[in-house]
């Protein structure tokens, strides 16, 4: 069964660093979003993308967020400069056209120091 | 979407009786309704949906019951077994773009 993937599955970064997490979609999948959920609390929506651009996003989603699709497979969340806040499971998560089903991978674990 | 709410955010059932969740919303575009199941350590995954235009859908153990004039659905499990205890999380969506997951219910099954 195909499965979105994710890499890395665990980053430790220092403050202040950039960090790109990656992210493979199931190949048919033309919806891709991001989602955060800190250690214990809800899953938040970070970002939706379709079609090459950005389609909604959250007050989390601030300039130090953005997302790029660099390649025909690939998903990207970069975050510029990274906070202590920042440390928590990053999901992405892919969506057929007509479906309404998410699927999430497996997450990047990021831990901020 | 937008406005969702969970109660409970925590349950404690005994093996074998049934668990109920509750998802209330706010907006009234929503048409698909669906539970997430997130063990410890895991992504969420699927467990049931339903769309806008069916009152309530069964799948073994599990179901789901909506109620668009009050604007909430419901999850039912019956027969509680331990690998049932898990967060569970509604997402109830109008669009594509914005899917926004409710705060989550953690459902403890006592032996």
């Known amino acids: 069964e195909p499965e979105v993937t994710q890499t890395p599955s665990h980053q430790v970064t220092q403050m202040g660093q950039e960090v790109i997490l990656r992210c493979v979609p199931i190949?048919?999948?033309?919806?891709f979003y991001w989602y955060r959920q800190i250690l214990g609390q809800k899953v938040e929506f970070l970002v939706s993308f379709y079609n090459n651009e950005i389609s909604e996003k959250s007050e989390i989603f601030d300039d130090q967020f953005s997302v790029e699709r660099p390649d025909g497979s690939n998903f990207t969340l970069k975050i510029r400069s990274t906070k202590l806040e920042d440390s928590a499971m990053y999901f992405c998560a892919s969506r057929e056209y007509q479906g309404n089903t998410i699927y999430f991978g497996e997450g990047s674990w990021l831990t901020v120091v | 979407g937008e406005n969702v709410e969970q109660h409970p955010s925590t349950l404690s059932v005994q093996e074998g009786d049934s668990a109920v969740i509750k998802c209330t919303y706010s907006d009234s575009a929503s048409n698909y309704f669906p539970w997430y199941k997130q063990e410890l350590g895991k992504r969420p995954q699927l467990i049931i949906d339903i769309r806008s235009n069916v009152g309530e859908k069964k799948d073994q153990r599990i179901a789901v019951t909506l109620n668009k004039t009050a604007k909430h659905f419901s999850l039912h499990i019956t027969e509680t077994q331990p690998e049932d205890s898990a967060v569970y999380f509604c997402?109830?969506?109008?669009?594509?773009?914005?899917?926004?997951f409710g705060s989550g219910t953690r459902l403890s099954i006592r032996p």
């Open positions: 190949s048919n999948h033309l919806y």
């Open positions: 997402a109830p969506s109008s669009s594509a773009s914005k899917i926004i």
